[in-house]
C-alpha cells in the first residue's frame, strides 16, 4: 500500500510539472492564427504594462481632476504643454512642511518657464490647508484630494512623495521622500535637457 501511494504521488507531481511547464511554452490560439509578428506583440505588451502599471517611468500619468484651495476644478490636462512636479503631502506631515519653501521657490523661479508645482494635500479639510498655505506664503497651486482617490491611483505609500512630468503628460521621474531645493532643481534640469 505504502508503494501504491508513493507511485501515485509522483505520477501526480510529474502530471502537475508537465502542464505547468505546457502552459508557460505555448503561443496564445490568437497569435499562432493570425501570424502576428514579434513588433506587434510588443506593442501590445507596451500597453499592457501601461495600463497595470500606471507608474513607469516613460508612462502617460493617471489623469485627475481636483479642487483647488480658490474651488476652481482644475484636470492634469490643464497642464499639458508643461513640465508638472506633482507633489503629495499633508500638513501633519514634518518632511513635507520641511519640503514646501523648496517647492515654492522652484515654482516662482520656474513659473514662466512652463513650469508648475501642483501640491496635492492628501484628504485633509479644506480650511486645514488653506490656513497651512497662507501662514506659509506658498504660491503654486494646491489641490485636494479629499478621499485619497489621485494619490492611490499614483500608489502614494508615504508622504511626501514627487512625481515630475514632461510636456507630454509622461513620468520621467519619481521621489520617494523629501527632497532638497537642489535634488528638485537637478530634477527638473534633467527634464527639461530631454
Known amino acids: 500500500m505504502n508503494k501504491r501511494f508513493v507511485i501515485i504521488t509522483i505520477l501526480v507531481i510529474a502530471l502537475a510539472a508537465v502542464l505547468f511547464y505546457a502552459s508557460y511554452n505555448t ?12 513588433e506587434k506583440i510588443e506593442v501590445e505588451d507596451d500597453r499592457l504594462a501601461e495600463e497595470v502599471l500606471p507608474m513607469q517611468i516613460g508612462s502617460l500619468a493617471p489623469e ?5 484651495l480658490e474651488g476652481k476644478k482644475v484636470s492634469l490636462e490643464d497642464y499639458k504643454g508643461k513640465i508638472v512636479l506633482i507633489n ?15 517647492l515654492n521657490k522652484l515654482y516662482l523661479e520656474n513659473k514662466d518657464n512652463d513650469f508648475v508645482v501642483l501640491g496635492i494635500d492628501v484628504m485633509e479639510s479644506k ?7 497662507k501662514k506659509g506664503g506658498y504660491e503654486f497651486p494646491i489641490l485636494l ?11 502614494v505609500s508615504g508622504l511626501p ?20 531645493y537642489s535634488q528638485m532643481k537637478e530634477m527638473l534640469d534633467s527634464v527639461r535637457s530631454k
Not at 490560439?29 to 514579434?38: A, C, T
Request: glycine share 6%; aromatic share 12%.
Open 127 to 133: 480650511s486645514e490647508v488653506e490656513s497651512f498655505a
Open 64 to 68: 485627475f481632476v481636483l479642487e483647488t
Open 88 to 102: 503629495f503631502w499633508a500638513t501633519w506631515c514634518p518632511y513635507c512642511v520641511r519640503e514646501m519653501p523648496y
Open 27 to 38: 503561443v496564445p490560439k490568437s497569435i499562432k492564427d493570425e501570424g502576428l509578428d514579434e
Open 145 to 155: 484630494d479629499k478621499e485619497g482617490e489621485v494619490a492611490r491611483n499614483y500608489l
Open 161 to 180: 512623495m514627487s512625481v515630475m512630468l514632461d510636456k507630454e503628460g509622461r513620468i520621467r521621474a519619481i521621489q520617494m521622500g523629501m527632497m532638497t
